[in-house]
């Protein structure tokens, strides 16, 4: 009986340990006020349109703070209320996703591609994520934190659809291969498991983009993980009525939270086509590739 009651307090005191190790750093009620931003977020196809589901998490050090950890609709910009203490530092782990999207899997501050899935052209694929090291909680001001793109985003565009003088090129379905990696360290920004990854073919991409006064239309669009700047061979196969047509690009150049194109007159003259690089998805485009 004496061991009994022995054993008992001292599994109390392990509770109250703990509670009070967990007090010392949530607050009863929300105290800190956040901020949540993408940039220049836009409606259109291929700018985020569709990550619409914002998901956190709280850590002190490496420890969860699991009761912390919350979801709310999202549409480039919310606040988020966290119960945080007055001075206290913390870990912030934010991130957005589509609610249609099947294949990114975030659990233990890292991000996995299930590689088995991935289809071509898909806008659900577009997220964005913040891992905020040392936040200091500060109950009387309102911080902004900005989410970015852990993505480059690979766009393929032609002219040659758009002269009607190109007989025979109606492309209705593209599917790219390409390398790229399937893990993401969300806290240190570390990528992993670098492999060939097949995006089957669907319907092409939407929209026009225009290059030196030139029309070109999107047929691909697709988001890709990579470390910060990486180059990759890059197949395309388009579906031009019951024909396959392959085009192959050698070294395309890609780069975190950066758009790259491929454009010319892809079908009529498939050695004839440049690369550009548009930097943070907003700023002035410049040449890479030559024709």
């Not at 850590?59 to 609709?73: E, I, M, N, P, Q």
């Not at 007055?86 to 659990?107: C, G, H, M, R, V």
């Not at 470390?227 to 975190?256: C, H, W």
Request: net charge negative; charged share 25%; aromatic share 10%.
């Amino acid at each position: 009986m004496k061991n009994y009651i022995l054993i008992l307090a001292a599994l109390v005191g392990v509770t109250l340990v703990s509670c009070s190790k967990d007090d010392g750093y949530v607050a009863s009620e929300p105290t800190v006020s956040i901020k949540i931003t993408t940039p220049d977020l836009q409606t259109r196809y291929g700018e985020g349109a569709e990550a619409t589901e914002l998901h956190w998490e709280v850590y002190v050090g490496d420890t969860h703070l699991v009761g912390l950890d919350g979801s709310k609709s999202f549409s480039g910009e919310t606040t988020v209320d966290l119960r945080l203490v007055e001075n206290k530092t913390y870990n912030l782990l934010f991130w957005a996703e589509s609610p249609e999207q099947d294949i990114y899997t975030f659990a233990n501050r890292k991000l996995t591609i299930d590689a088995t899935k991935l289809k071509a052209n898909e806008e659900a694929y577009d997220a964005f994520y913040v891992y905020e090291k040392n936040f200091v909680a500060k109950s009387t001001e309102t911080r902004t934190i900005e989410l970015r793109r852990p993505f480059a985003q690979l766009n393929i565009a032609t002219g040659d659809i758009l002269n009607s003088s190109s007989a025979g090129v109606n492309i209705t379905q593209t599917g790219v291969e390409l390398e790229a990696y399937t893990e993401l360290d969300l806290v240190t920004g570390e990528v992993d498991k670098k492999q060939t990854l097949t995006y089957d073919m669907t319907p092409t991409a939407t929209g026009q983009i225009t290059v030196g006064q030139k029309p070109y239309k999107m047929i691909s669009m697709n988001y890709l993980l990579v470390q910060d700047k990486i180059l990759s061979d890059v197949k395309m196969t388009a579906l031009n009525g019951a024909e396959n047509l392959v085009r192959d690009y050698s070294q395309v150049p890609f780069k975190r939270n950066h758009r790259t194109f491929i454009i010319g007159d892809l079908f009529t003259a498939n050695v004839d086509f440049q690369v550009i690089i548009l930097p943070g998805f907003d700023d002035d485009e410049y040449i890479f590739g030559a024709e």
